[in-house]
């Protein structure tokens, strides 16, 4: 099946800093989405981005498909954005699941 | 707020019972899948409905079954309950097939289930 890797695994950042959080994927796919999993274990959407760049407020992500990969760009930390962040993809190929990666977690220090 | 409602928050069984967990999902969306989230993990998938069937499942043995009603809320069963069902269990939905059918999916709050 497809695979699925998020670099870096923990960071830790000041408030007020920028990071880019990278996704990687094995295969082609039709879905991609970034989520923020709060301490209570909601997933947040942050975007649905097959392909393509978008902008959301301080945070922004990029895709590009040919070369398997997704960014998820946040500028001016806040502590708010503490927590775990997870990308999943959609294989073109196979069933309906989506495919977490192992996850970023993120601590903002004030 | 995505519109997925889940219940029970929180639930503590016995190894060996049975147990079953309830979801409603966003308005309009008649597609429903259902990941186990173990601590430190990822979700993992373990199957989805559309229509009232399973039409895809991950890799989680039969005592793990479903079912999706009428307005499109569903459950999930698991029976003989291990210590290792211990998880968080995250219900999402979507407006699947079709023309207006999108892949982006809405995740429930969870029920964080402790098999003891």
């Known amino acids: 099946g497809i695979q699925v890797e998020q670099s870096p695994p923990d960071l830790i950042l000041q408030e007020g800093a920028n990071s880019t959080l990278r996704c990687n994927f094995s295969?082609?796919?039709?879905?991609l989405q970034w989520f923020h999993q709060n301490p209570w274990g909601q997933l947040i959407n942050l975007f649905y981005?097959?392909?393509g760049t978008k902008q959301n407020g301080r945070l922004s992500a990029t895709t590009v498909a040919t070369e398997r990969y997704s960014l998820l760009y946040i500028s001016s930390s806040q502590t708010t954005d503490s927590g775990v962040y997870f990308c999943?993809?959609?294989?073109?190929?196979?069933?309906?699941?989506?495919?977490f990666g192992t996850g970023t977690r993120l601590t903002i220090i004030p | 707020e995505t519109g997925v409602t889940q219940s029970p928050t929180h639930l503590i069984k016995t190894r060996g019972q049975q147990v079953t967990l309830r979801c409603s999902s966003q308005?309009?969306?008649?597609?429903v899948s259902w990941y186990q989230q173990a601590l430190g993990q990822g979700p993992q998938f373990i199957f989805q409905?559309?229509?009232?069937?399973?039409?895809g499942r991950g890799n989680f043995p039969p005592r793990f079954s479903g079912l999706q009603f009428p307005n499109y809320s569903s459950e999930l069963n698991v029976n003989a309950l291990e210590l290792d069902d211990s998880a968080l269990y995250l219900c999402?939905?979507?407006?699947?097939?079709?023309?207006?059918?999108?892949?982006?999916?809405?995740f429930g709050p969870g029920t964080r289930l402790t098999v003891t």
């Open positions: 981005i097959p392909s």
């Open positions: 295969d082609s796919v039709n879905n």
């Open positions: 999402a939905s979507r407006l699947g097939q079709g023309e207006r059918g999108s892949y982006e999916q809405y």
């Open positions: 999943a993809v959609r294989s073109n190929f196979g069933n309906e699941k989506l495919t």
């Open positions: 308005s309009g969306h008649n597609t």
């Open positions: 409905y559309y229509r009232e069937e399973e039409n």
